[in-house]
């Protein structure tokens, strides 16, 4: 006989237990769970469930109690930061709901997903971003307001998140703000770094590194996931046997553990409900200390363990100049993909697919080689620990990769010394020589009588030591590899990987040109440009669909439109300039033609030409006449980047910037006429005012060298016009905004390689103008020559970046500017067309490139 009776409720029957697992619930999970919950319960949950705040009193209301419990603080002790982290804690939880929404109904409709692998997302700060795309600023800006604080003050006590360095950690931020935009089904995988690459400060005009830890107080846009830990192995050994039914099995065993810990960090999107993830690991040791040494009194070694582990996620880009760099930033790299690849693993296993569907249900994008081991570890999962043949695995494989290369310099391509390799990870390295080995064989046959072939395609390099060529291995192991400018995915096939379009043909190597986000990079930068062009297109439209700015290029020439354009640059100057006042203590015209060149110090991207021609502007300036002068075009040239801690050169660069600047500055021949600054400690958040404010932007890289770049992309969506060489994405902007538009020089990439050969074997006579610039240098007008000895030899002798033989097409470039910049109307116009033409260059018409191209995935709305 059943013990039901009817006075037994559905509240008395037992609920049954979930155990949360790294990877949710699967959709059958979801409909079992639901249907077990009494209807009692549901109904209690559904009415007291959190809800997103709609309106300014919920918002306060949220803030009040974040501030009481969250903080234990009340009104009477309530500042700034306080604030900033009760609104940034009341917004998140606004997120949080979002994306509960979010991660539910990708699991019910069970479709494809993408998973974005960068070794850096450059985030830059949050609350602004998450405001801006949640549609809720001015319920937060009013509701701060009424209760004493300024949402200015409070957004500027959020430090960067100091997740990436550069180029390739922005674009991976734009791409994900994208994927969540363009209601893509799709997660990020990161590293959560305890330190940035390192604080950029300026001592005697020296490049000075300091520890960029910037996670000084708790941060309230991630979530810890401490029940999500996932064992790493390092080192080891492998054992090798035969099953019972006769298959030889690989064991990889022996070696030392570390756990993966989940952050996870929302990623809203803008005009859409779908807020995406970004989950980013920590490493923690397998326990925290060794309790016998610590009762011995070996205090020191009873730690030493658990310092190690967490030592993986401590630094981003750790100096790989010594071996134990090298080894640091290998584990890094397979820490990393470890944990994502269990992670995607999990989720796949949890819907009881076969593993053939796996390509059918993810795609996975390598953001340049660093995530490269993802390859052979899914490989190794399918094989040693799921049981699948090695050819069908590598099917899998093959199909679920795709690959992006950053860089079309041979030098910059990533390797790892072969005895490294073996020591660290000696499973991964059997399975690379095995993929290989089978790779190296279909080449042989597709092409019998081409032995030369074999070596320069082989993962492996026979140098010594022998060296496994990360690239390589992401081409074979990805369905599709990508450039990311029209010209870099050319060169790319007929220069560094011209022998893997031979073998595989044309078809998988393919090109998706770069774009940024407006989001960030026009609305939140620059709001009064983006409210401006709001009134003429009609809407915010044009943030979700960029080619809407094509409807202000009728404004152009109309002189009231030019007059608010101009007010509103000089609006943005003017805070630039209030900027270098207070970091720098210069004084800088907000009505002289701003120059700004800021990105990352290398000597391809030619910062030593653009100070050379500083100094050239400079001493023909000292040689003028007081009526000549009348008639010059102010300038303040503003510089601004980092230079690798051990890239000398750089560093050197960066040395002459600071030195002509305390020289010119100094000058009162000089005045107003020409101002230089260097911007200490570039980031995220000093990009968005260094952007709105320029009037042009250096993207002056020699040609063939710059595989996109982006900043160039943001300058002009700011209204800023380009002086640049034709190379990267430079190509598609003069494309999109007219040649009229844009400001170009120098020799061509088709040119380079002969310009290098001559400079090798022939006396090629240096460029007079550039002449007069280095004996001004070495007179010790910028104080000790010997300082700049080496950056001179570089020019003189080889010259390999060509700043000699582009020198007097840069100048003639640059007098071109001064000229067309005193023309006021026609600057403008110029300007306003530019921005018109930029619609291309968003990072949702990239995504739905990858998404149609290469990913294979389709958008899912949030109803």
Not at 436 to 446: I, T
Request: proline share 4%.
């Amino acid at each position: 006989m059943s013990s039901y009776s009817a006075s037994t409720t559905s509240a008395d029957l037992p609920r049954p237990k979930h155990r949360r697992t790294p990877t949710g619930f699967s959709p059958k999970e979801i409909k079992n769970i639901e249907a077990s919950i009494p209807s009692e319960s549901r109904q209690v949950w559904q009415k007291f469930g959190v809800k997103e705040f709609g309106g300014k009193e919920e918002f306060q209301q949220e803030f009040i109690r974040h501030v009481e419990t969250t903080l234990a603080r009340s009104m009477y002790n309530c500042d700034d930061l306080a604030a900033y982290q009760a609104a940034s804690q009341a917004i998140r939880d606004r997120l949080i709901v979002a994306w509960n929404k979010t991660q539910q109904k990708h699991t019910t409709k069970d479709r494809k997903r993408v998973y974005y692998l960068s070794l850096e997302f450059l985030m830059g700060r949050a609350m602004d971003n998450a405001m801006l795309n949640a549609g809720i600023k001015d319920i937060t800006k009013s509701g701060v307001a009424d209760l004493g604080f300024k949402i200015e003050d409070l957004l500027e006590q959020e430090p960067d998140a100091a997740l990436g360095n550069g180029g390739l950690g922005r674009l991976a931020a734009c791409f994900i703000d994208s994927i969540a935009s363009t209601n893509y089904p799709g997660w990020g995988y990161g590293l959560r770094y305890q330190y940035g690459i390192f604080k950029q400060r300026i001592v005697d005009g020296y490049q000075v590194e300091s520890p960029d830890y910037w996670l000084t107080f708790s941060n309230p846009w991630e979530i810890p996931r401490y029940e999500i830990q996932i064992d790493i192995m390092f080192y080891g050994y492998t054992r090798k046997y035969t099953n019972d039914d006769g298959k030889v099995v690989h064991v990889w065993e022996g070696g030392e553990q570390v756990q993966a810990v989940a952050y996870d960090v929302p990623v809203p999107g803008y005009g859409t409900e779908t807020t995406n993830n970004l989950r980013l690991w920590a490493s923690k040791p397998t326990r925290e200390f060794d309790f016998e040494k610590f009762n011995a009194g070996d205090y020191e070694s009873s730690v030493r363990e658990s310092q190690k582990a967490e030592t993986i996620s401590a630094v981003l880009y750790p100096n790989d100049n010594f071996y134990s760099g090298k080894e640091l930033r290998l584990k890094q790299q397979y820490f990393w993909v470890a944990a994502s690849l269990n992670d995607i693993v999990r989720r796949f296993k949890k819907t009881h697919r076969p593993w053939k569907e796996f390509p059918d249900q993810v795609a996975i994008q390598l953001n340049d080689t660093h995530p490269t081991l993802a390859v052979v570890e899914l490989q190794r999962i399918l094989i040693d620990m799921e049981g699948v043949e090695w050819d069908a695995a590598w099917n899998i494989v093959t199909n679920t990769f795709g690959y992006t290369n950053h860089t079309v310099l041979p030098e910059a391509l990533e390797k790892w010394p072969v005895p490294l390799f073996t020591n660290l990870l000696p499973r991964h390295m059997e399975i690379i020589y095995e993929i290989n080995l089978f790779f190296l064989q279909k080449v042989e046959k597709l092409f019998p009588k081409e032995r030369d072939l074999l070596a320069r395609v082989s993962i492996i390099e026979e140098s010594s030591p022998q060296q496994v060529r990360m690239a390589y291995l992401a081409i074979i192991g990805s369905h599709k590899v990508n450039g990311v400018a029209e010209l870099h995915s050319e060169l790319i096939k007929t220069t560094i990987f011209k022998d893997f379009v031979t073998i595989y043909g044309p078809d998988k190597f393919m090109n998706v040109t770069n774009g940024i986000t407006p989001r960030r990079w026009l609305h939140q930068a620059n709001p009064k440009l983006s409210d401006l062009i709001a009134s003429k297109v009609g809407s915010y439209d044009f943030l979700k669909d960029l080619n809407l700015l094509k409807k202000i290029e009728p404004f152009a020439h109309d002189p009231k439109f030019q007059d608010e354009w101009v007010t509103i640059k000089k609006f943005n100057k003017a805070r630039l300039a209030a900027h270098i006042k207070q970091s720098n203590g210069i004084d800088v015209n907000v009505n002289a033609l701003f120059d700004v060149q800021v990105k990352r110090i290398h000597e391809y991207k030619r910062q030593q030409m653009n100070i050379f021609g500083v100094i050239h502007r400079y001493l023909s300036i000292k040689a003028m006449t007081e009526e000549e002068k009348k008639e010059a075009t102010p300038r303040v040239c503003i510089f601004g980047g980092k230079s690798a801690p051990g890239y000398y050169m750089a560093k050197t660069i960066i040395k002459l910037i600071n030195a002509v600047s305390e020289v010119v500055n100094a000058d009162a021949d000089v005045g107003d006429l020409l101002k230089v600054v260097f911007i200490a400690d570039y980031n995220v958040s000093k990009a968005e005012i260094i952007v709105p404010a320029s009037d042009i932007s250096q993207h002056i890289s020699t040609a063939g060298t710059e595989a996109s770049g982006t900043s160039n992309m943001k300058f002009v969506l700011n209204g800023g016009l380009i002086l640049g060489t034709v190379d990267g994405a430079n190509i598609e902007i003069t494309r999109e905004v007219g040649e009229n538009n844009i400001f170009l020089f120098g020799h061509l990439a088709e040119s380079v390689e002969d310009l290098r050969h001559k400079h090798r074997f022939s006396d090629v006579p240096l460029d007079p103008n550039l002449e007069k610039v280095f004996n001004a240098i070495e007179s010790g007008t910028f104080g000790d020559p010997n300082i700049y000895v080496s950056l001179i030899s570089s020019v003189t002798g080889s010259d390999y970046y060509l700043v000699s033989d582009d020198f007097q097409s840069y100048l003639d470039a640059q007098k071109l500017v001064d000229q067309d910049f005193k023309n006021k109307d026609t600057w403008v116009s110029r300007s306003i067309t530019a921005v018109a033409n930029m619609g291309f260059f968003s990072s949702d018409r990239a995504i739905d490139e990858y998404a149609e191209s290469i990913w294979n995935v389709e958008p899912i709305a949030m109803e």
